[in-house]
Structure formats: structure tokens, C-alpha cells
């Protein structure tokens, strides 16, 4: 029984349409509690669509998506509900400019969980420890590096406690020297057994992280299989070729 890790998210057959354009195709993916799943592939495979999809920020065409055995599709769940169980980190932060880091940081779970200032504000304060970020809750987001706003962003992801955090290309738009630092905090999420799925370009992030890696291209998981099976020994030319131009 212990064996047998619950399933957190189930999703099959998912596909996406924008138009005439089918960008997801029959995707299935079964996420275990505590499990880190990178997606990897070109730009333009359908990554941030199938996240967007999974987060319910695009509807998918058709297939099924199940959270902990609720069907998400349904219409039952508020899609507001379903976000405080599966919260997302963007490539571009989208933190609010005109807001301190610690109101970044409680304004959701101040509006959507009715916390109050203070127990928030004392929950903020820890997660910008956690973040590395203790002395900055006082000033605005344009004061930070990029490396420092994408840590604001997860912090403020974690204050509502999610049980599934899904990140779309955190470190893409970091300077080459503020990856590591984004990295760093996303490992530490994942030592501590957050279930995360994470689509990223960083190979060295994916190899030594992830529990299962996805090779996505054209709409299509192509191949996937554990760390070491996908960059040691890809049994796809397309998984081949890809991991020889990025590697
Ligand atoms: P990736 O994240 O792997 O780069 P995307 O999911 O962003 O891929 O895009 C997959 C395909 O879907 C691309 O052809 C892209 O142009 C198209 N696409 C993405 N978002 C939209 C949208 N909102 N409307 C129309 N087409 C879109
Ligand atoms: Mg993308």
C-alpha cells in the first residue's frame, strides 16, 4: 500500500486547438504526490499550452484532466478554487508593480482565503526567508533583479499553499548568472516534496531534479522515461536530436 504513491493529477487524451491549429494531441500525463516532472522540448511543442490547459488558463479542446480523482473539467470546481491547489510561476513573473513584495505576497491569500494581515504578513516574511529574500519585503518589485522578482513570484505562489506547483520557463528570462539562484529554490522545493512540473530549458536542472522527464514536440509527448534513460539513452531520433542541439 505505502507503494503505491497517490496520484495528484491524471490527465488523458488532452488535446487544444487554437483554430485550425492543433497545438496539444492526445497528451496524457499522471502526476504522483511528491513527483518532479520536467517537460523539455522546442519552442513551439505545445509546453506552455499544456501548463496553461493544466492551470485552466486556456480550455482544452477535449480529454480529461482529474485532480486527486475530481474531474476539473466538469463545471463543478470554481476555477478560482482549483488555483489555490495548483498554483503556477510564469517565465515573465507578473509580479504587481505598484504593490511592496510583502503585499505581492499576502494579497491572495488575504482576498481568496480571508487570512488577516497580520498572519499573512508573518507567513510572508517566512516564505521570503525560504526564498532567500528576508530583507525585502519592504520595497517595490522594479528595485529587484530578475533573479529576485522570479523568487518573489514562487514565494508568493507558496503562500497559498498549493499542492501542485507548475513552472513555465522560470529562468528563461534571467540573465545567465541569476539562474542558479531560481534553481537553488526550486530544488529545495522539490528536496522538501512539493510536487512540481516544470518545463525548462535547463538540462542540468532537469537531469539532477526530475523524477521523470517529457520530451514534447510538435503536440505530442514524443518520449519520456526517467533522467537518466532520456539523456543517457534516448530511445527517439527526435528525443536525439533535440538533447544534441540543446546539450
Ligand atoms: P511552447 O511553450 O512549447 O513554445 P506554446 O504552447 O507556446 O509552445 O505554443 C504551441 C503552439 O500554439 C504554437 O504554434 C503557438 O503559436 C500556438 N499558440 C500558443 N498560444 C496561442 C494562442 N493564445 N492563440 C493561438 N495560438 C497559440
Ligand atoms: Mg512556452
Not at 543517457?232 to 540543446?246: H, I, Q, S, Y
Amino acid at each position: 500500500m505505502s507503494e503505491t504513491k497517490q496520484s495528484m493529477l491524471t490527465i488523458t487524451k488532452l488535446s487544444k486547438y487554437y483554430g485550425k491549429n492543433h497545438v496539444l494531441k492526445k497528451v496524457n500525463l499522471n502526476v504522483k504526490k511528491g513527483e518532479v516532472v520536467c517537460i523539455i522540448g522546442p519552442s513551439g511543442s505545445g509546453k506552455s499550452t499544456f501548463l496553461r490547459c493544466i492551470n485552466l488558463l486556456e480550455r482544452p479542446s477535449s480529454g480529461s484532466i482529474f485532480y486527486q480523482d475530481n474531474d476539473v473539467l466538469d463545471g463543478k470546481w470554481k476555477t478560482n478554487e482549483y488555483r489555490q491547489h495548483v498554483g503556477m510561476v510564469f517565465q515573465g513573473y507578473y509580479l504587481f508593480p505598484f504593490k511592496k513584495v510583502i503585499d505581492n505576497i499576502t494579497m491572495a491569500p488575504r482576498t481568496l482565503k480571508n487570512k488577516n494581515k497580520a498572519e499573512a504578513e508573518v507567513e510572508a516574511l517566512e516564505l521570503l526567508k525560504k526564498v532567500g529574500l528576508a530583507d525585502k519585503d519592504d520595497v517595490y518589485p522594479a528595485s529587484l533583479s530578475g533573479g529576485q522578482k522570479q523568487r518573489v513570484a514562487i514565494a508568493r505562489a507558496l503562500a497559498m499553499h498549493p499542492e501542485l506547483l507548475l513552472f513555465d520557463e522560470p529562468t528563461s528570462a534571467l540573465d545567465p548568472e541569476l539562474v542558479g539562484e531560481v534553481l537553488r529554490v526550486m530544488k529545495g522545493l522539490a528536496e522538501e516534496g512539493m510536487t512540481m512540473v516544470v518545463v525548462t530549458h535547463e538540462m542540468g536542472f532537469a537531469r539532477e531534479v526530475a523524477n521523470r522527464v517529457i520530451f514534447m514536440e510538435g503536440g505530442y509527448i514524443v518520449e519520456e522515461g526517467a533522467p537518466e534513460e532520456i539523456f543517457g539513452n534516448p530511445k527517439n531520433e527526435r528525443t536525439r536530436e533535440f538533447l544534441a542541439r540543446v546539450l
